[in-house]
């Protein structure tokens, strides 16, 4: 019975997860036709600020706890999971239209965060003055985000009333939309915290290392947020909210969970996370570049691809 448990509450862990992100989507979207402003920047915002905060809760305890491995190792590895499971198990289930949006701009500030925070992993520890380089591009980036946000709500309901977005309903009552937000921010992180402490009690009983566990185990458990939420997004063909979700979560993860982190206590950076880790996180960045660019959408072979490569990095971390 004692050992049933833990794989018990993961189980009631992972159902929390996919409830909470259906309604952080349907609140997500609601509130991006009720402000006038595109569901893109929404899920760049408050979705990606929700599903990105189980990240930063295992990253700061980790810390105190004295297994930095394991923040850096989850930073590094939910990115990594974002870009090739999150976007790639959805796209076996339907295929994700991101010909229909268009996120160049975040993306390319995305990939600018990614090769910083490399450049700054370089100097061999993540520490105070690393974290506020970090969070002083967060601080622009969300400045730039809000500015954009309100010019589209001073063009006025125009815009938005030419785009249809399947899911959305314009007659949904405030309190209902802030509801979907509240179950959906409280969900996601009791959620992946649930899941992530009880599969970190299962893996332990093999003897795995902080730093495998962080880019594996915790990584993918609290990319579980995201995936839950892409998920839904892109069943209900809104590739907008998913792929922003995707791209936003990525710069809220390198900027704000470990600019925070650092603030808590100095991050070292293991040689691996130099000569592989960080590499595979920026190829897996650089991947997406034609669905950003190209117009492709994301079919069920590329779908099938990116999942496979996710199986594929994971059996060599675990080697």
């Keep these: 019975m004692h050992d049933v448990m833990p794989w018990a509450l993961s189980g009631l862990g992972l159902i929390i997860l996919l409830l909470a992100g259906d309604a952080l989507v349907k609140g997500a979207v609601n509130l991006s036709l009720r402000l006038g402003v595109p569901a893109l920047i929404v899920s760049l915002t408050i979705v990606a600020f929700g599903t990105s905060a189980p990240e930063l809760l295992i990253s700061v305890s980790a810390i105190l706890d004295d297994a930095p491995g394991l923040a850096l190792g989850n930073v590094v590895g939910s990115n990594t999971a974002n870009i090739l499971l999150v976007l790639g198990i959805p796209a076996i289930m339907a295929t994700m239209f991101t010909s229909e949006c268009d996120s160049r701009k975040t993306y390319n500030i995305m990939i600018a965060s990614t090769v910083l925070f490399i450049a700054l992993a370089f100097r061999g520890v993540f520490d105070w003055i690393a974290g506020i380089v970090l969070l002083a591009v967060l601080a622009g980036v969300l400045g730039s985000a809000f500015m954009e946000a309100r010019a589209h709500h001073k063009a006025g309901k125009e815009a938005t009333e030419e785009e249809e977005v399947e899911g959305a309903d314009p007659d949904l009552p405030g309190w209902r939309i802030a509801l979907f937000m509240v179950l959906g ?7 992946a ?26 990584a993918l458990g609290t990319s579980l947020p995201e995936l839950a ?91």
């Design 185 to 191: 921010l409280i969900g996601l992180p009791l959620g």
């Design 193 to 218: 915290d649930l899941l992530v402490d009880n599969a970190t009690i299962i893996a332990r009983q093999y003897g795995v290392t902080e730093t495998v566990i962080g880019l594996t185990l915790v």
């Design 229 to 319: 939420t892409t998920v839904m997004a892109a069943l209900r063909r809104q590739a907008d909210v998913a792929l922003g979700n995707v791209i936003g979560s990525n710069m809220f993860n390198l900027l704000a969970i470990i600019g925070v982190a650092t603030l808590v206590g100095p991050i070292p950076v293991e040689d691996k996370f130099l000569t592989f880790d960080l590499w595979v996180m920026l190829g897996a960045s650089v991947l997406i570049l034609p669905f950003v660019y190209s117009g492709w959408n994301i079919t069920r072979p590329w779908g099938i691809a990116l999942t496979l490569l996710y199986v594929t990095y994971v059996a060599v971390v675990l080697h």
